[in-house]
Structure formats: structure tokens, C-alpha cells
């Protein structure tokens, strides 16, 4: 008999996560996957253009819930997507990572009755001032199945009380994106803009933000954007920046005469910052794993510039991704001005940290849910052993 599942995603991250799933489960004709698209982000580089680039069908359904207050937004969502599943009846609902698209799909699923798989479980911050840390408590609590991309997620879980059996350590489904996508770098058409940034400097680095307790805060904000300031006199940094993140650098520096980059679609040389809106992925990737450092504040860089040996320095005081720590090349700097400079000066002065690469952060962390997924449906064995849920 054919299942059906509805894979959820809304936000700029969860499209990454989602492709290659969707693409592993097209293998298979007794699972019908139909994709729902919140619009909780909505501009097309921060949304369309990834389903064009991932080779993701069009959505079908779109919510286009838009922007609003975190209640605002989840709540549009509820009772959006609980339309879709009282119409669906889907066997099971898959949602990603820690947005408010994630917490919302996953509470009306469940209270439907509906099986949720999380993936991307159990990674904490400990930092409840964090929207991104309530969704990830909640969706868990709520989880039937749950999807690990390091140990200590699946430890964490465990420490919750969610019974072994229900944890899967499978690795990283981002890493599986990434690995496809530099490897059609070649064919991709890179813009101009971009590329010629890249050819015109030997050295340079690359500056994400968009953290609510960085860029909305205008004391905190101010003190990272001057030390980036004062690292860009010795090195060009590239700035894609996120719309939270341009409303506050208006605000902020309006000396620095930010036109409506929308029209120019350039980068704008302020000092040694270029600065640009939103890049699509293919952009961005071409110029991250070249750089000499990234400088972030989010959680997937962290993660992807570990993958690929690329230093990071993390613009937060704490990270729910340790093994990017323990095992790879971030670092956690804060948001100290200072400490950033210091952090900085020290990589350009040759102090490298050396990185390896997590295990099973190996590009078939999708391979590996669909076998679970398919056996939850009542399909085939079990590829893993729950046992193995319980890892160091
Ligand atoms: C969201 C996620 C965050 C994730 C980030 C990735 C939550 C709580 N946060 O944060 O975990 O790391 O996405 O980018 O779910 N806006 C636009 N165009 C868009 C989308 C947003 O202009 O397409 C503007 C709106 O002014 C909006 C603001 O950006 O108010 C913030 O968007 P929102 O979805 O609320 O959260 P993000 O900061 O993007």
C-alpha cells in the first residue's frame, strides 16, 4: 500500500535539509511525499531560487505565511498546515531543524495523531533566550522519531529521558547537500559579481549575521560591527546580509549610504566590507570554501565550514553543535570586540586550528533516514540498530 509522507520546511536552512531527502525518497514508488512550503521565508533568494537550485519540485502547497511575531507566525502556520494534514492524512510528518516552521508543524501533527520524524534532533544551547532553542526542547518533547547529526545531540536526548530505540545517529543531511553541491560548482553559473570579487583578492574572508541577539541589539551589534571594521582594514570581507541584518545596518550606519541594493544586486565596497544581499547557496558556497576564514553567527556555517576545513569563528557565546568544536575548526569567540580582533590577528599571524571531519558527516546521512523512515512505515528491516543510538 502506498504511505504517505509530508515533508515540512519554511525557512532559508530547511531548504538544504530537505532536498536531499526528498530526493532519496523519489527512489522508492510506495512512498508519496508531498511538500509543504510555509512561507515563513518568502523573498526569492532566501527562498525560491533554493528549490530551483536543489531540484526540488514546486511545493505543493504554499502557506505563505510571511513574516510576523513569533506567535503571529506560528500560529499562521498551525492553522495553515493542519488544513493540509486533516486534507493529506499522512502517515507521518517530517520536519527540520530548529525554525518556527519546525515547532509549528510538528505540534499540529502530533496533536492530529500523526507520527513526527525531527530532523536534526537534539542539539542544545542551554540558552533559552533563544527562539531556535524553545523549538528545538518542544519538537523533541513531541518526537517520535528522531534523527541525530552528532553524539552528544543523542546523548542530550537520552539525558531527556527519549528511549534509545526512538534515536537515530545518522550524520548530516546539510553535509549531503554540500558535498552534491560543490561538486556541480564547475557547472554552475556563478554571478559575475561574485566571481569577481573572488578573482580580485588573494585573501579574504566571509561575514554571515543574522541572530536576533546580535543584530537587533543595537549595543551588541555596534561592537561587532566595528571590530569587523577594524579586521577588514587587513583583510576584504564579503557580507551576504539577511534582511533582520540590513534593516539594522541601515539603521546603524547610515553614513555608509546603503542604497536599495535590491536594484543594483552588487556588492558595495564600504571600507575593506563587501556587501551584498542574500546569496543564493551556489553563490555562497563558491565563495566560503575558499575563504581564509568565515566569521558567523549561525549554525549551519558552523557546521559546513567544519565539513570542508574552513577556519570559523563564531560570533556567539555558546554553540548547540560541539562536535564543530570539539572535532572541526570553529571556534567560539562571543561577541566581544576585543576577543574577535584578537581571535582574528592570531589565524593571520599563521596559528591555525587543525580540523577533522565528524563521523558520518559522509553525504548518506539521507540514505540513512529514508531506510529508517521506511521501516517506521512498516517497509523493510532496520538499516540501524537502535543500539547505536547510544554512541561513546
Ligand atoms: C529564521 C530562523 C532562524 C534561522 C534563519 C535562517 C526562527 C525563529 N528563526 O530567522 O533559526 O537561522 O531563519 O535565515 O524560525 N525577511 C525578509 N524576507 C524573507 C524572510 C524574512 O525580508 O524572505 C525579514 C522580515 O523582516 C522578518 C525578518 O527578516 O521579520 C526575520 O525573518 P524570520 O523568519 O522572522 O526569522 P529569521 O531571522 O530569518
Aim: with cysteine.
Amino acid at each position: 500500500m502506498l504511505k504517505k509522507v509530508v515533508i515540512v520546511s519554511g525557512a532559508r536552512p530547511n531548504f538544504v535539509k530537505i532536498a536531499p531527502i526528498v530526493d532519496e525518497m523519489k527512489r522508492y514508488d510506495d512512498i508519496s511525499v508531498v511538500l509543504v512550503h510555509t512561507g515563513q521565508h518568502y523573498d526569492s533568494n532566501m527562498s525560491g531560487e533554493f528549490f530551483a537550485l536543489f531540484g526540488l519540485d514546486d511545493p505543493d502547497y504554499e502557506m505563505n505565511v510571511g513574516s510576523g511575531s513569533h506567535a503571529e507566525q506560528t500560529a499562521k502556520i498551525m492553522t495553515r498546515f493542519e488544513k493540509v494534514c486533516v486534507t493529506e492524512r499522512p502517515d507521518m510528518v517530517i520536519v527540520v531543524g530548529d525554525v518556527n516552521s519546525t515547532l509549528a508543524a510538528s505540534l499540529v501533527a502530533k496533536k492530529l495523531g500523526i507520527p513526527v520524524a525531527h530532523v536534526e534532533a537534539g542539539l542544545r544551547s542551554k540558552d533559552h533566550s533563544m527562539p531556535e532553542e524553545i523549538n528545538r526542547i518542544v519538537t523533541d518533547s513531541i518526537s517520535d522519531i528522531l534523527f541525530t547529526t552528532e553524539q552528544q545531540a543523542t546523548k542530550n536526548l537520552l539525558a531527556e529521558g527519549h528511549s534509545a530505540c526512538s534515536i537515530h545517529f545518522v550524520g548530516h543531511v546539510m553535509i549531503d547537500t554540500l558535498i552534491i553541491q560543490r561538486d556541480k560548482l564547475e557547472r554552475s553559473k556563478i554571478s559575475e559579481y561574485v566571481r569577481d570579487f573572488k578573482e580580485a583578492s588573494d585573501r579574504y574572508a566571509c561575514l554571515t549575521l543574522h541572530r536576533p541577539s546580535n543584530v537587533d541589539d543595537s549595543v551588541t551589534f555596534r561592537r561587532i560591527m566595528d571590530a569587523i571594521e577594524i579586521i577588514s582594514r587587513n583583510i576584504p570581507i564579503a557580507f551576504p546580509c539577511h534582511p533582520r541584518t540590513l534593516n539594522s545596518l541601515r539603521r546603524l550606519k547610515n553614513e555608509w549610504n546603503y542604497l536599495d541594493m535590491s536594484k543594483e544586486k552588487k556588492i558595495r565596497i564600504e571600507n575593506g566590507i563587501f556587501l551584498s544581499e542574500p546569496l543564493r547557496y551556489d553563490d555562497f558556497l563558491f565563495l566560503w570554501k575558499d575563504a581564509d576564514f568565515v566569521l558567523t553567527d549561525s549554525g549551519g556555517l558552523q557546521e559546513e565550514t567544519t565539513a570542508f576545513g574552513v577556519p570559523c569563528f563564531t560570533l556567539r557565546e555558546n554553540t548547540e553543535r560541539p562536535i564543530t568544536v570539539e572535532i572541526g575548526t570553529n571556534i567560539v569567540v562571543g561577541t566581544d570586540g576585543e576577543n574577535i580582533i584578537k581571535s582574528v590577528d592570531a589565524l593571520l599571524r599563521g596559528e591555525l586550528k587543525k580540523g577533522g571531519v565528524p563521523p558520518l558527516w559522509d553525504g548518506r546521512a539521507s540514505e540513512r533516514i529514508v531506510k529508517v523512515i521506511r521501516s517506521e512505515l512498516g517497509y523493510e528491516a532496520k538499516a540501524i540498530d537502535p543500539d547505536s543510538a547510544v554512541i561513546g
